[in-house]
């Protein structure tokens, strides 16, 4: 089915979890226990990424067939225009039809590893607006597209000393109007850690006449210094109440995951407060974070989360 159904659903709050392809063999049957046991919660839906470039094309789609045929989880694949002509889009497109799956996240992806820039290829797509076009004029309604939206603007269209111009901002919301009218009929956000801001934005795309769900990205902070990586890759606004709590515990891990799952809660708790209905879990692989998150805000039962997991300690000074 597509995702869109379950994320307007009955009313009900529904969350979704995303993965990626991990390195190794290990790696993956680790991973798909995991997927398992968080699946066994209920998500609306859960997707894998695309690793940048293509580069994990095979195994993308390998995934993605298992999560929706064994996991049974309403799966959707990540698919990207860099270094794709239009025979792998097709390719990929029409394996993930064959096996049932009829959720995409059309997206135009970063430049491969080594590269500064997104080049188009010779014979495939400018951007995910182009990848979207295509993906209707050639499978119809066949597939629920979801495309990325960016609360603080693309990375480039964000200056040096931070921040977009609102003349950036306000066409970069634009393209994502063009985006949904093409056909995509679901907003997933990069992630953030000013909720105001995300507000703010969900609020500016309905005054514009972006009309489809905007579900929220939301990373739980489960270490330091993935944290400052992700967060300047991304170049992601980090509120000085967050750069604060964070100075004092930066060395001690289970100190900042713990910090991560209250601000996690607590982001999540405002953004439910506003109506939004479906969040989106980051999980980097990763099942405490997001578990934690989800069991304080009860939408999952504490009865159901293994016992062994750190955070359910009782001196968890930062469980709410
Ligand atoms: P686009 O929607 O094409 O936009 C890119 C930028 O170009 C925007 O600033 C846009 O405003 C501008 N632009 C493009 N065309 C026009 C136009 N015609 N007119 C005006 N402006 C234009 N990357 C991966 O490699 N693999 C993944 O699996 C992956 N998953 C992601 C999931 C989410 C939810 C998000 C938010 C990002 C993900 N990314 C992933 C990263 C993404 O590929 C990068 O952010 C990439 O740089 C942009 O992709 P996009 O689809 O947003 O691009």
Redesign the pocket.
Known sequence: DKIRGATEGDGRTVFSF?F?PPKTEDGVENLFERMDRMVAHSPAFCDI?????GSTADLTLDIANRMQNMICVETMM?L?C?NMPVEKIDHALDTIKANGIQNV??????PPHGQDK?VQVAGGF????DLVQHIRAKYGDYFGIT????PE?????IQEDGGATLEAYN??L???K??VDAGADLI???LFYDTDNFLKFVNDCCQIGINCPIVP?IMPINNYKGFLRMTGFCKTKIPSEITAALEPIKDNEEAVRAYGIHLGTEMCRKILAHGIKTL?LYTLNMEKSALAILMNLGLIEESKVSRSLPWRRPANIFRV
């Open positions: 995303e990626f990424t695309w690793g940048a470039g990540h990207t860099t996240l059309a997206l135009r992806g970063d997104f400018a951007c995910a607006l495309v990325a939206g960016y603007a693309h990375p480039d269209m066409s970069d634009a393209y994502l063009r985006k997933i956000t990069q990205g989106h």
